[in-house]
């Protein structure tokens, strides 16, 4: 049974929930995340679609990233990972499984790409049940000591 659902609220027009069939339908669709990120799986939407379906709040300079144990948070400047920015949601027609981050993960192809400090692999949340778009930066939980995997 799968009724994992993504929210995407915050400084947003129309806050609105995603599920797995809503995220299949939706245009700008990556069927194999291999192809922008060597080494991982599964099949991909791009943020920008989502934020395309709520509209953006005039007051959103951010989005923050909240996994859904309700501890792990991440905050990042929008402008620069909008046309950058994933979310990894199925593999095989399934939900994308847990230990692969699933059944919704962020993902940011190339961190390099983006070219700022704040965007890194840290931000890339597992189990990801809400994006805020919020006015400034919001909570952020990542570790600061480098690049470990958590
Ligand atoms: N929910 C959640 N997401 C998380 C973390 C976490 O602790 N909890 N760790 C982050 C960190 S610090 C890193 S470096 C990446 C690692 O993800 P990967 O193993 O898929 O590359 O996941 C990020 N996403
Ligand atoms: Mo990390």
Redesign the pocket.
């Known amino acids: 049974m799968n009724t994992a659902t993504l929210r995407i609220e915050g400084e947003v027009v129309t806050p609105r929930q995603f599920g797995f069939a809503d995220l299949a339908a939706l245009p700008q669709q990556i069927p194999d995340i291999s192809a922008l990120a060597p080494g991982r799986q599964g099949c991909a939407v791009r943020l920008r679609a989502l934020l395309d379906e709520t509209g953006l709040g005039a007051r959103a300079t951010h989005i923050m990233l909240y996994?859904d144990?309700g501890e792990?948070s991440a905050s990042v400047p929008l402008d620069t990972v909008i046309d950058h920015a994933v979310i990894i949601y199925g593999l095989g027609n399934r939900p994308l499984p847990a230990e692969?981050?699933g059944p919704m993960r962020f993902l940011i192809p190339d961190v390099t790409a983006c070219g700022i400090g704040e965007v890194d692999?840290?931000?890339?949340?597992?189990?990801l049940s809400s994006i805020e778009a919020s006015d400034g930066r919001g909570p952020d939980t990542?570790?600061t000591n480098g690049?470990?995997?958590?």
């Open positions: 996994a144990d792990y692969q981050g692999a840290c931000a890339n949340v597992k189990c990542r570790p690049p470990a995997n958590r």
